[in-house]
């Protein structure tokens, strides 16, 4: 797992919001396309077997698969990267760091700008979200490990 400063997520974002708008659309273009598939096969249910189109039913099968292909690659470009998508509906990022010897979230959500301003506990989740203060700015690492060595003995 890879931990970030504050400073190293927030150059990510621009290109991390890249991958995840082109994810949000790919998302939307397969539920399209999936309903137009589920739309036929309903008429072929409801008229009790009727004949289905089946070059236009391999058409969209064939274009449903290259969107997700191509969903897929945009959720890899976020892997890549080290953020974990946490709510694609919504546009949800997280990207991990340590924060009083333990593990923390910095909390983006598209829309929000390039900035990160908040952070929770792993465990605690989006509305466990607080403001990213001084103290924090000052006392969070991209290492494991680093926050315990900067404490005094």
Known sequence: ??????????????????????????????????????????????????RVDSNRHQDLKTERDGIV???????????????????????????????QGRDVCLCWKLGEGTKIDHWHGAEEGFRGRKPIDDDFRANHSGEAGVDEARKPS
């Open 69 to 99: 292909r191509k969903l897929q690659s945009a959720m890899t470009g976020i892997e890549m990267s080290g953020a974990l998508v946490k709510d694609l509906d919504i546009g949800l990022l997280d990207f991990m760091a340590r924060y």
């Open 1 to 50: 797992m890879r931990y970030f400063r504050l400073e190293e997520a927030e150059r990510l974002i621009p290109e991390v919001e890249q991958h995840l708008r082109d994810a949000l659309f790919q998302k939307s273009e397969y539920e399209r396309v999936d309903k137009q598939i589920e739309t036929m096969l309903d008429h072929v249910r409801m008229a009790g077997g009727a």
